[in-house]
């Protein structure tokens, strides 16, 4: 038979600890769990929600793309759509310019060709500004075809006006002469080239050697004058504020080829007052001219001549065949001292080396005109290349030694007298050059 034991009866405390609180903490641990499930359960609804937005937005974006590329594609083709069709109407633009153009062109140059084939160059520049100022002429390369014409009108006409002046102011031409001629350089080729051959050529045939000698000097150095003012002037004034005394280096050039200008038309009266070869008249002078050093006279140029003329000739003639004027005693040439530097005066060629009585002291030693003998002409020049070079030489910072034909003729000049070749380039030094040549 079962003990019965009888348990002690529940006092408040035993339920409390046993009962109560455990279900307290039963409930409060059963309320955990299903918050924390509540809590997962929104967690992931949450998640998927937010997976399904994500979704949803990847593939608004995808087709935001697609259709972006798209649209940019149509765009692209568009653009080039409208470059391919810009290019077609430029190139369509360009032939009908060109063909606009071409036809401007001819349709102003048949227009020129007229100006052209006017042979009256006065009525050929006054149409030719008219043309250019009036602008009927739109083609640039018309327009500079014109602009050539008047500029080669200008020079052409220039040219003979400053070869007439030359002619007057060395007094191959008279000042009747000169306005006779002054008002034909507008004229066509044919007239002025009749008028220059009955007035210009006829009278630098006549003009004696020296005059004619004087008047080709006087051309070169006006030409070069010309240059230093107009071309030579203008890049000195660009270079003046980098290189300071170019101007004034131009305008002494200038001062110089006027000074040898004078120098130049006083040897020329020189010579003709002291040469009784250049004393006959203008006619039988032409003659001697012509004659030359064979002697022999056209008789076809002979029957021009007048009496007084023909008389001029005949003595002219008679004084040839005597062996013309006495001439001076030869004097002995200047003594050199030994001590000095040898110079062109000094150098003989073998030839005269071998043959004393036809040896000639005075030789240019180099330079253009290397073997012959010092003259004003050549002087000039000697001087006029020694101060060109030494103006290039300055421009560039470089230092130079003198020619050897400028060295020369600054020797003699000192053994002449003279402190320098410039100061030898004088009517006195000029003089005393020739009578020097004369001597021996």
């Known amino acids: 038979m079962a003990i019965r034991y009888r348990l002690p009866s529940e006092n408040a405390f035993d339920r409390l600890m046993n009962v109560t609180i455990p279900g307290i903490i039963n409930q409060q641990l059963a309320a955990n769990e299903r918050k924390a499930d509540r809590e997962s359960r929104e967690t992931i609804q949450a998640n998927l929600l937010n997976e399904r937005i994500a979704d949803r937005d990847e593939r608004s974006k995808r087709a935001d793309d697609a259709f972006s590329l798209q649209q940019d594609q149509i765009f692209q083709q568009d653009k080039d759509r409208d470059r391919q069709y810009k290019l077609e109407r430029e190139k369509q633009t360009f032939l009908e310019t060109q063909t606009e153009k071409t036809d401007r062109y001819n349709t102003d140059i048949s227009a020129i060709s007229v100006i052209e084939k006017t042979l009256d160059y006065d009525s050929r520049l006054a149409k030719a500004g008219s043309m250019l100022s009036s602008g009927t002429i739109k083609s640039p390369r018309a327009i500079a075809r014109l602009e050539g014409i008047i500029s080669d009108i200008r020079s052409v006409t220039g040219s003979r006006e400053a070869e007439i002046s030359t002619a007057l102011e060395i007094g191959i031409i008279d000042q009747k002469a000169y306005d006779s001629m002054i008002g034909k350089i507008n004229s066509s080729d044919d007239v002025y080239n009749k008028s220059y051959q009955i007035i210009m050529a006829n009278e630098i045939d006549k003009a004696s050697q020296p005059r004619k000698l004087a008047y080709n000097d006087y051309q070169t150095i006006n030409k070069q004058i010309a240059s230093l003012s107009t071309t030579a002037l203008t890049n000195a004034q660009k270079l003046e504020s980098v290189q300071p005394g170019s101007v004034k280096a131009v305008q002494d050039q200038i001062l110089a080829l006027q000074e040898q200008k004078n120098t130049i038309k006083q040897e020329l009266f020189s010579t003709e007052e002291s040469s009784s070869e250049y004393k006959y008249s203008p006619n039988t002078q032409k003659v001697i001219n012509q004659m030359g050093l064979s002697g022999e006279v056209d008789e076809t140029i002979l029957g021009t001549l007048n009496t007084e ?132």
């Open 309 to 440: 003329e023909t008389e001029e000739l005949e003595q002219y003639l008679l004084l040839r065949k005597a062996g013309g004027e006495p001439k001076p005693k030869p004097k002995p040439p200047p003594q050199y001292d030994p001590s000095s530097p040898i110079t062109g005066m000094q150098i003989m060629s073998q030839e005269q080396q071998e043959q004393p009585e036809t040896k000639q002291l005075g030789f240019v030693p180099s330079g253009e005109f290397r073997g012959k003998q010092l003259n004003a002409g050549r002087l000039r020049k000697i001087i006029t290349q020694e101060f060109n070079q030494n103006r290039i030489a300055e421009s560039r910072g470089l230092n130079r030694v003198s020619s050897e034909e400028y060295t020369f003729a600054t020797n003699l000049a000192k053994q002449l007298g003279f402190s320098s070749a410039e100061e030898l380039n004088s009517e006195p030094g000029i003089k005393a050059l020739r009578n020097y040549y004369r001597s021996i």
